[in-house]
């Protein structure tokens, strides 16, 4: 089965990368739940790469103005959901691996708590706070934590 959109003719077996917003678009209006299922998957595996971008653009682009969307709301709202529930779990999934990083990094220093928080400038109860994952450290205090673990090595 294909996809005719537009200029352009889409297997339905092709990678959901290489559909584009006019193959997203027709696999959203006659597709099946087989096609929702791998755009979903996809932007569940990547959620701001180029299917979740395609798919952003397509929800935009459909919502309907009058009754005659062939897209109903409720499944564009479906679909945005995915969009925001895959964003959401990997934003959530990096906080803790940031966190996991932050712990590991204050271990290794060997310092008290207390110490290594005062050597990167800041409180023992904010580093708490990021290696509890509650808060999330800049960048620049990221090189700060790590350089003053391996000075300590």
């Given at each position: 089965?294909?996809?005719?959109?537009?200029?352009?003719?889409?297997?339905?077996?092709?990678?959901?990368?290489?559909?584009?917003?006019?193959?997203?678009?027709?696999?959203?209006?006659?597709?099946?739940?087989?096609?929702?299922?791998?755009?979903?998957?996809?932007?569940?595996?990547d959620?701001?790469?180029?299917?979740?971008?395609?798919?952003?653009?397509?929800?935009?682009?459909?919502?309907?103005?009058?009754?005659?969307s062939?897209?109903g709301?409720?499944?564009?709202?479906?679909?945005?959901?995915?969009?925001?529930?895959?964003?959401?779990?990997?934003?959530?999934?990096e906080?803790?691996?940031?966190?996991?990083?932050?712990?590991?990094?204050?271990?290794?220093?060997?310092?008290?708590?207390?110490?290594?928080?005062?050597?990167?400038?800041?409180?023992?109860?904010?580093?708490?706070?990021?290696?509890?994952?509650?808060?999330?450290p800049?960048?620049?205090?990221?090189?700060?934590?790590?350089?003053?673990a391996?000075?300590?090595?």
């Amino acid at each position: 089965m294909s996809f005719d959109f537009h200029n352009m003719s889409v297997d339905v077996d092709d990678p959901v990368e290489l559909w584009g917003s006019g193959g997203i678009l027709a696999a959203l209006e006659r597709g099946t739940i087989r096609e929702w299922s791998r755009i979903a998957h996809r932007v569940m595996d990547d959620p701001w790469g180029p299917v979740s971008r395609d798919l952003e653009a397509v929800i935009a682009f459909s919502r309907p103005i009058d009754d005659d969307s062939l897209i109903g709301e409720g499944n564009l709202d479906l679909m945005e959901g995915v969009i925001e529930r895959a964003r959401r779990e990997t934003a959530e999934s990096e906080r803790d691996t940031v966190a996991s990083e932050i712990h590991d990094i204050v271990e290794r220093s060997g310092l008290a708590r207390r110490e290594f928080a005062a050597r990167i400038g800041t409180s023992t109860s904010r580093l708490s706070t990021y290696e509890s994952g509650k808060v999330v450290p800049s960048a620049a205090l990221m090189v700060r934590m790590r350089r003053v673990a391996s000075s300590r090595r």
